[in-house]
């Protein structure tokens, strides 16, 4: 099996427990009301405030510190579903989710992270991008690269960049999931477009009751 997986529908999402898989691409659509809710509020200057919080198994997550509309309960619905996809995959009692409200790329040169997966989603802006394993050469990934651009480290052994869209899921193994040292999906934030932000849902399994 390939180290990158797309698929279409939730049947897909048990893929990324294949020891070979380092990142799935689940090719969805955004919640309608989700973008017009978000350009709103980017349009009125109110698109600054990131959240975080933590669910159980059909909790729903506070967003009261947006304002209130239509768009604000879909955002709740669609980070509900995922978290509960989510701890069910990965048979957690709590997962862990962050939006963040980003100006800029968070983490702008190619990496892996220290997780076990980790899910992301973009609701506004451009989605996370990655490196399949025959695309790069990890010998040159962080303090490797010399401080060199990732174009001219090495560590790209072509163009070949995989992106997201707006509303599609990825869940990135990282290289503390079991048996995973040493690899792990290598992704990085996109620029951000102009004066609109961008904004990203990341969801990480909790295995510790408040943890």
């Known amino acids: 099996m390939n180290d990158v997986v797309v698929c279409n529908d939730l049947a897909g999402l048990p893929a990324i427990l294949q020891p070979s898989v380092q990142l799935l691409h689940w090719q969805r659509p955004l919640p309608p009301a989700i973008a017009p809710y978000l350009a709103g509020l980017a349009a009125d200057g109110r698109l600054r405030l990131g959240l975080r919080g933590q ?3 059909g909790e729903q997550p506070d967003l009261s510190a947006w304002p209130a509309a239509p768009g604000r309960d879909a955002a709740a619905a669609d980070l509900a579903l995922l978290a ?3 701890g069910t995959l990965l ?7 962050r939006i963040e409200v980003l100006q800029q790329a968070m983490c702008p ?4 992270d220290r997780t076990g997966i980790r899910l992301v989603c973009t609701w506004q802006g451009a989605g996370t991008e990655w490196l399949a394993e025959a695309d790069a050469d990890r010998r040159y990934l962080g303090a490797a690269s010399g401080g060199l651009p990732d174009v001219a480290s090495g560590l790209m052994r072509s163009e070949q960049v995989g992106r997201s869209v707006a509303g599609e899921v990825l869940l990135l193994k990282g290289s ?3 048996g995973n040292a040493g690899r792990g999906a290598i992704h990085r934030s996109p620029a951000v477009d102009g ?3 961008r904004v990203m849902l990341a969801l990480d399994a909790l295995w510790e009751q408040g943890g």
């Open 55 to 57: 669910l159980q198994p």
């Open 84 to 86: 509960d996809l989510f």
């Open 91 to 97: 048979g957690c009692p709590q997962v862990g989710w």
């Open 109 to 112: 040169r190619f990496h892996v």
């Open 176 to 178: 503390l999931w079991q």
């Open 195 to 197: 004066d609109v932000p």
